[in-house]
């Protein structure tokens, strides 16, 4: 073959690529996709909101007790686990609804939970459905979106950078920059991403008295920041065991510690937690606990598959029944967390003597709960 073939060959290839190039723009087929629902507001729905909130704190507390030190939030969890079972078949719908602890109403008993949720006095939440531009997804599935109060958009994963800082741009901008990163990477083959973030800003309530000091302290080798409180009504649950400890916070929440005295956190459950709780008694004390805040991002993937929600991202025996177009897979399932509890700056002083000392310093659960439901909105272990 000749210079003179080869250079037309060349050519050749060269403007068909353009025309293929300029067909795909004008075809829309490089083009980002469309939002299919945004949140507007609460649903007006009946559902069973006790069941539920026991339910995802099973949830919550299953993850974080098969896994290493973590923070996550249940019910955001949920709201992306609920969702994806809408339009799930065979085990992946076995699976998410073993995982919600429901057969039956799931998106009623969630949209009934979130509302009655009480609402922190500074929060930024955000859950949300990404779909490759490709799917088409079917109608009983985008109308699920409004019970899970789930962002819903298709994109064109084929520029899978711009995705991801369009994502987290996204998040940030919906959580008032309270959230900056709710996704760490996206694959350019990705079909299906679901993400959720929640930020709570609360502070305690006037009867926990006055945080007389902020220190460095050594908690199992590294140095913490702890708060110490001279003296603090509390309700408290303590044996030979354990220490249970719950501070009340404004707007509805409290903030619950839960302190293995062994360094045993794995024998604990929920049930025990729930006992503790049950029987604390309200006392007076000076309590020296470890900074409650957090700030933390998790790809849960693999936490998820720990304990034994697998079939969503096995694209070779699980499909989902909620496109015209195409079969998807979950490819990640992403979650970003931030919390601080502070006080305000006027305190009343606390009554009474005190008649115990709490230390926090050995492995523990936390938990911040919302009072009117008992939904865990926030579920944590913290061991190193």
């Known amino acids: 073959m000749d210079k003179k073939t080869i250079n037309m060959i060349l050519a050749g290839i060269g403007v068909g690529f353009v025309l293929l190039i300029l067909y795909q723009s004008l075809s ?15 649903m007006d729905v009946q559902g069973d909101v006790s069941a539920t909130a026991q339910n995802y704190n099973a949830l919550g507390f299953r993850i974080i007790k098969a896994n290493s030190d973590m923070c996550i939030s249940p019910n955001m969890l949920a709201s992306n686990i609920g969702l994806y079972a809408e339009g799930a078949v065979d085990d992946g719908r076995d699976q998410a609804e073993m995982m919600l602890g429901y057969a039956d109403n799931l998106k009623e008993n969630h949209a009934a939970l979130v509302n009655a949720l009480s609402v922190p006095s500074r929060d930024a939440f955000f859950s949300g459905l990404f779909m490759d531009k490709k799917a088409k997804p079917k109608e009983h599935f985008v109308e699920a979106n409004k019970y899970y109060g789930t962002y ?14 369009n994502i987290n741009n996204m998040v940030a901008g919906k959580t008032g920059g309270e959230i900056s990163q709710v996704i760490n990477k996206i694959y350019a083959k990705s079909s299906m991403i679901f993400v959720s973030a929640l930020n709570i800003r609360e502070n305690f309530s006037s009867d926990v008295g006055s945080i007389t000091t902020i220190a460095n302290k050594d908690f199992m080798g590294s140095q913490t920041e702890y708060y110490d409180i001279e003296k603090a ?34 024998s604990m459950t929920l049930a025990d937690i729930k006992g503790y709780r049950d029987s604390a008694k309200e006392v007076i004390a000076a309590v020296s606990i470890p900074s409650p805040k957090f700030s933390g991002y998790y790809e849960l993937k693999e936490p ?32 970003s967390i931030s919390y601080e509890i502070t006080q305000k700056e006027v305190y009343h002083e606390i009554e009474g003597e005190i008649s115990q000392t709490v230390v926090i310093d050995k492995p523990y659960y936390y938990m911040v709960s919302d009072r009117n439901t008992g939904c865990k909105t926030i579920m944590g272990k913290k061991s190193s």
Request: charged share 30%; no cysteine.
């Open 304 to 335: 998820l598959k720990a304990v034994g929600f697998d079939a969503p991202f096995n694209k070779t025996t699980i499909i989902t029944n909620l496109t015209e177009s195409i079969k998807v897979k979950v490819d990640k399932m992403d979650q």
């Open 152 to 165: 819903f958009e298709t994109l064109d994963f084929y520029d899978f950078e711009a995705v991801k800082d």
């Open 28 to 42: 829309g087929s490089f083009t980002s996709g469309k939002v299919y629902f945004e949140p507007q507001g609460k």
């Open 233 to 266: 009504k509390v309700s408290l649950y303590e044996d030979d065991n354990v220490i249970f400890l719950k501070l009340p916070l404004e707007n509805g929440y409290d903030y619950e510690m839960i302190m293995s005295k062994n360094g045993d956190l794995g």
